[in-house]
Every structure is written in structure tokens, then in C-alpha cells.
């Protein structure tokens, strides 16, 4: 039988674990999409029809691609979204992460968003807070 006794010559920083820990969580917390946007009108949405009380006064709210609409099950959920790149740059608002509640699909949405296919389509407003640009942009995405 092998016996195996591993000794650290120099054991781990402190503060290396603590960074690398949460560099590891930053990488299986989140996923990571597409986003585009779409302006009013938001009503019939397929989530809550007319009822008006289904946007958060906030106004960040989101239609739900294929991907996450899970037939249906994604109306109310809620995720928190920040822009992470674009194809021009400085699109992206540096440290700002909203939460959006889905109240739409985004595939049968009265108004059609900007680019068609993406992972959300956020409400004008939720767009103009994590971009500065009108365009497709790639986000990272919780729930």
C-alpha cells in the first residue's frame, strides 16, 4: 500500500483563498446571455394580459426568450442583470446591475424588441440602465 504525505511548502494566503473562492462563485453563480430591448406598448403581455398592476413601479421588467421562458413558468420570476459587453465599446454602464421581473414572452410580445433571439428583452427603461447604447448587448444573469 502507497502512503502518500503531501506537505504545503508555503501554505495559501488568506487572501488568495478569499479572492479565489469568490472568483469561483462569480463563475457558477451566473449564466450568461443576450440581451436586447423594447419600448411601449407592454400590454397584452402573455404572462399577465392587461392587468396594469404587473410592472414594478420601477419600470425594470423584461420579456423572456426561449431559453428562460420555461413554457410560462418564468412570468414573475426575477433576475438580476448587468451588461458585461457590446460590440461598441463603453456601451455597458460600469457597476450597475438591475433586477427585472418577467412579465412577458418575448416572442409574442406586442412590441418586437430591438434584435430578435435574444436570452431577455428588457423594458426601455431596464435597457437605458445597465447600456448606453441602443444595440444587442451580452449580460450575466441570476435568478
Known amino acids: 500500500m502507497l ?9 495559501i494566503n488568506p487572501w488568495l483563498y478569499i479572492f479565489l473562492t469568490s472568483v469561483l462563485f ?20 402573455a404572462c399577465y394580459g392587461n ?26 420570476r426575477q433576475y438580476l442583470v448587468r451588461c458585461i459587453s457590446a460590440t461598441i465599446p ?10 427585472v421581473r418577467i412579465i412577458d414572452r418575448a416572442q409574442t410580445s406586442v412590441s418586437r424588441s430591438t ?3 435574444t436570452t431577455m428583452v428588457l423594458s426601455d427603461t431596464a435597457f437605458g440602465t445597465i447600456a448606453n447604447q441602443i444595440q444587442f448587448i451580452n449580460i450575466e444573469f441570476q435568478q
Not at 502512503?3 to 501554505?11: A, E, I
Not at 451566473?30 to 406598448?41: D, K, L
Open 26 to 45: 462569480e463563475l457558477i453563480c451566473c449564466e450568461v446571455g443576450t440581451a436586447s430591448m423594447y419600448n411601449p406598448p407592454y400590454t397584452p403581455s
Open 90 to 99: 463603453r456601451t455597458c454602464i460600469p457597476g450597475q446591475t438591475i433586477q
Open 51 to 76: 392587468d396594469a398592476s404587473q410592472f414594478p413601479s420601477s419600470n425594470l421588467f423584461a420579456a423572456a426568450g426561449e431559453g428562460i421562458w420555461d413554457n410560462g413558468a418564468a412570468c414573475g
Open 3 to 11: 502512503k502518500f504525505n503531501l506537505k504545503l511548502q508555503h501554505p
Open 115 to 117: 434584435r430578435a433571439g
